[in-house]
């Protein structure tokens, strides 16, 4: 695939101009400066290519350690069978408590050499070429201090949002003071801790010493999901004007995360069991692309009004235990674990703002783990209970977003039916049409059959990542291939993809990539390739190879790391073939990024 005359109608002025400029919101009265405005336009994803010189060793003696360890205990184990099952393999981290002993000699000096080479190549690392200059730094700096204000992200990825920090405040103690939340004090909370952790001890005990220590890890030490907000920027704002906020708890580390992360690794592979279930946009375009559509038949979508927030937790549960032995049939005794942890990790979820706990006692557990199929479940409980009387000639949905094709004569009973069936649940429906938006696609019925299109809501600015940020070139090359394979995807046309693609390099160009790198990884990929690209990949359960942790900055990337690993491991320790099948290899773990880097100039008395 040739690509060099994409830009015949954009001027060379335009081509020459690339910008990194990411909407900027400021909701407060304080005037930013240029300098400012350019620092937070470069986006929260931005990673400055400025890194202290006297880390670059340490860091350096950090990954040969990682690696001598990962290294010495993978040929201590050489000769191990591995008896985990697939479920262990997914959720056990093993952590050891000693130091693995030095094995073979010739390893150990690879490993020192390796070591050496890498040290010595350090002053060749000492030039490199900022992309966050001290001006910028200092103006962003001094308007991250300021206690009156509070720089944000915004929902649905568009761009920092300035807020004043008592209206932050504001917002947050209005979504605690719901019926959601109840405040707990630190006796109930003791209890509550104790009283959960003893319940899913006594709910696990059967499982393997593996599945056990998967899921108590995360009893201690005891971390709280802390609460935060999102700028809901992309609709409109109240009467009054004042800030409006999406309510955000990371629960990864919570004392029910381990319970939670096993119900959700038991149940996924079973969701293909709950037929109206997508599990994302390419099985719906691999199922009915090209699809012949009855007459008279018009597509419709759907979503469900504040679906998590929705859900009574006492029904559903029912609901999630009768799905659990009728469609996903699974064994009583595994019906009554799966039942008895959901119940534990929905109804003893505790997150944390400004030094206070509060008690979520109203619909799904933000941000747990298991979130995501226990609404699917639900749901489907729900309409299923409809299509049993009414039988769309396609009906899917990706948890609160549905698709309908149905005969149009039908449409009225089909809204009516599906939002009398539970109080709680509001399903807001398009018109009937032969075209909709859903998801990331446009669906329209040609000639009844239905053809997919790639599709951005007008909300979405295209904030991709700025060419100058500190990643890594791998990575940026992987995500124009796979912005590139999506459009391949989603287009039922060759000409739609030709058009979508001529987009997309306009929209890179604007964000500073070059246009050699643009046509090197497009030419990688081909629109013949299509079939392939819709088809699932099957996980392959190969050999990991050695890695090499380090993290990824202006300094790290002139170190030779490829060649220190592969040219030692190349010419002088064949030995080491026998125990591992696959090289070393460089994975590189993110420098901070604009975001971590404010949340640490932030004032401390205010919890980010």
Same mark, same amino acid.
């Given at each position: ?19 990194? &400029? ?56 050489? &000769? ?18 000693? =130091? ?15 070591? &050496? ?17 001290? /001006? ?11 206690? /009156? ?8 990825? =568009? ?103 096993? $119900? ?12 109206? $279930? ?65 119940? $534990? ?78 109080? &709680? ?10 075209? $909709? /938006?859903?998801? =990331? ?59 979508? %693609? ?20 497009? =030419? ?11 088809? %699932? ?34 010419? /002088? ?36």
């Amino acid at each position: 695939m040739i690509i060099h005359k994409w830009f015949k109608t954009l001027s060379v002025s335009y081509l020459n101009f690339c910008i990194t &400029n990411t909407k900027v919101t400021n909701l407060t009265s304080v005037v930013l400066s240029d300098l400012q405005t350019t620092a937070l336009s470069k986006g929260f994803s931005f990673i400055p290519s400025s890194s202290p010189f006297d880390l670059l060793k340490p860091k350096i003696d950090t990954a040969i350690n990682r690696l001598t360890d990962a290294a010495r205990w993978a040929q201590h184990y050489a &000769n191990h069978t591995d008896n985990r099952t697939p479920l262990e393999k997914k959720l056990y981290r093993a952590a050891g408590t000693h =130091n693995p002993r030095p094995q073979h000699p010739r390893f150990e000096l690879f490993l020192k050499h390796v070591h &050496n080479s890498l040290i010595e190549a350090i002053p060749n690392a000492l030039t490199f070429r900022n992309n966050f200059y001290s /001006d910028e730094k200092k103006a962003l700096r001094t308007l991250s201090s300021r206690k /009156d204000i509070r720089i944000i992200p915004s929902d649905k990825n =568009n761009g920092p949002v300035i807020v004043y920090a008592h209206e932050y405040l504001r917002e947050m103690h209005k979504h605690l003071s719901s019926d959601a939340y109840e405040k707990i004090d630190s006796k109930s909370l003791s209890c509550l801790l104790l009283r959960t952790e003893h319940k899913i001890r006594s709910l696990t005990h059967h499982l393997s010493k593996n599945l056990q220590s998967s899921i108590y890890r995360f009893f201690q030490p005891v971390r709280y999901p802390r609460l935060y907000l999102l700028a809901k920027i992309h609709k409109p704002p109240p009467p009054d004007g004042t800030f409006t906020g999406r309510l955000i708890a990371p629960a990864h580390s919570w004392i029910t995360t381990g319970a939670a992360k096993y $119900v959700d690794a038991v149940l996924q592979p079973h969701l293909h069991k709950l037929n109206t $279930v997508l599990s994302d946009s390419t099985s719906l375009v691999a199922q009915f692309d090209g699809k012949k559509i009855p007459k008279d038949h018009v597509l419709m979508t759907y979503d469900i009004d504040s679906l998590y927030p929705s859900i009574p937790i006492e029904e559903c549960l029912s609901w999630f235990k009768e799905i659990l032995q009728e469609v996903l049939l699974f064994s009583p005794e595994e019906v009554s674990l799966l039942y008895e942890l959901t119940s $534990v990790v929905l109804k003893n979820h505790v997150v944390l703002f400004d030094k206070l706990h509060y008690l979520q006692i109203l619909g799904t557990a933000m941000g747990c783990p298991l979130a995501v199929v226990f609404a699917q479940i639900v749901v489907y409980s729900l309409e299923r209970r409809v299509l049993k009387h009414l039988r769309p000639f396609i009906y899917k949905r990706y948890i609160d977003d549905g698709l309908v094709c149905i005969h149009k004569n039908l449409v009225d009973t089909f809204k009516s039916r599906l939002n009398k069936e539970h109080k &709680n649940f509001r399903f807001t429906f398009s018109a009937p049409s032969l075209c $909709v /938006d859903y998801l =990331n696609l446009t669906i329209k019925i040609i000639d009844g059959t239905i053809m997919f299109f790639p599709y951005k809501k007008l909300i979405n600015p295209s904030l991709f990542l700025p060419f100058s940020s500190g990643h890594s070139t791998h990575l940026k090359q992987g995500f124009i291939k796979g912005k590139i394979i999506t459009i391949i995807r989603n287009s039922s046309l060759f000409e739609t993809y030709l058009s979508e %693609r001529d987009n997309l390099v306009t929209l890179l160009r604007a964000r500073g990539y070059p246009l050699s790198l643009i046509t090197q990884v497009a =030419n990688t990929v081909s629109y013949s390739e299509r079939k392939i690209f819709l088809q %699932r990949k099957l996980k392959e359960d190969k050999p990991l190879p050695l890695f090499f942790h380090l993290e990824f900055n202006a300094l790290t990337r002139r170190l030779p790391l490829n060649s220190c690993l592969t040219n030692f491991w190349d010419k /002088d320790f064949i030995y080491l073939h026998s125990r591992f099948f696959r090289k070393p290899m460089v994975s590189y773990t993110k420098a901070p990024n604009l975001l971590r880097i404010i949340k640490n100039w932030t004032p401390r008395d205010f919890i980010f």
